[in-house]
């Protein structure tokens, strides 16, 4: 159990365009999922949370009208970048916590796979 | 605001051999959670162990043990017997209790020597 999907995996886009990438948990309903970033060599930066049926909670410097969050089911959040610029370019990760205490004794997050994003 | 810091960028250790991680952090909090996370090539993040803060036990996970000082906040990886897929980003992570924020450490390259 306790897998969560990111689709796609990578992604190549003009400057200018917007990007979707998908955060699924496949097994186990998360009210709450987050969202990171990593630039290369470097740590995972949370980039917002994500809360099922209301408005995500970004954190300092991280522009919510470039980056829109969507929650609307117990099992998927979206991330989109809008007009996306080279330097969005960066890998995306997202996790997903289990609340029911099934899977972990604990609220532990379950993360993705990630999404790496090229922007030409 | 929470604080980790991992002050090694790298390390290497002969394979079989043990090696040690570490990682201190700042907080003003008394109930907290530690972990250790695993990224390999793959960079898909793997929880390795974790650490609740209000047990003194230190945690283990087969070849995996925690050394946890709360009063020094220090909290360091031994991995033992060490294998080349141990090769990875190691980041450590903490988080306040109730809170499910994770703050990351800037991460340790593991590398296994053969």
């Known amino acids: 159990g306790a897998v969560v999907s990111q689709h796609p995996s990578w992604v190549i886009c003009k400057s200018g365009t917007s990007v979707k990438i998908e955060c699924r948990s496949l097994d186990f309903q998360a009210t709450t999922m987050f969202w990171y970033r990593q630039f290369p060599k470097q740590s995972l930066m949370l980039m917002a949370t994500?809360?099922?049926?209301?408005?995500?909670?970004?954190e300092q410097g991280v522009e919510k009208d470039k980056f829109l969050i969507n929650h609307a089911s117990l099992t998927l959040s979206t991330l989109t970048v809008t007009s996306a610029h080279p330097e969005d370019s960066s890998f995306y990760i997202c996790?997903?916590?289990?609340?029911?205490?099934?899977?972990?004794?604990?609220?532990?997050?379950?993360f993705g796979p990630g999404t790496r994003l090229t922007v030409l | 605001a929470q604080t980790v810091t991992q002050s090694q960028p790298e390390m290497s250790v002969q394979e079989a051999e043990t090696v040690t991680l570490s990682c201190t952090y700042d907080?003003?909090?008394?109930?907290?959670?530690l972990f250790w996370y695993k990224q390999p090539p793959s960079r898909q993040m793997i929880l390795v162990i974790r650490q609740e803060a209000y047990k003194q036990q230190n945690a283990t996970e087969n070849r995996f043990s925690v050394n946890f000082q709360k009063a020094a906040k220090s909290f360091s990886l031994k991995i033992s017997d060490s294998q080349l897929g141990d090769a990875a980003m190691y980041f450590c992570?903490?988080?306040?209790?109730?809170?499910?924020?994770?703050?990351f450490g800037t991460g340790t390259r593991l590398t296994i020597i053969p």
């Open positions: 907080t003003s909090e008394s109930d907290y959670y």
């Open positions: 994500s809360n099922e049926g209301s408005k995500a909670t970004y």
């Open positions: 996790s997903a916590e289990d609340l029911s205490g099934v899977l972990s004794s604990y609220n532990e997050q379950f």
């Open positions: 992570a903490y988080t306040n209790f109730g809170n499910e924020k994770l703050t």
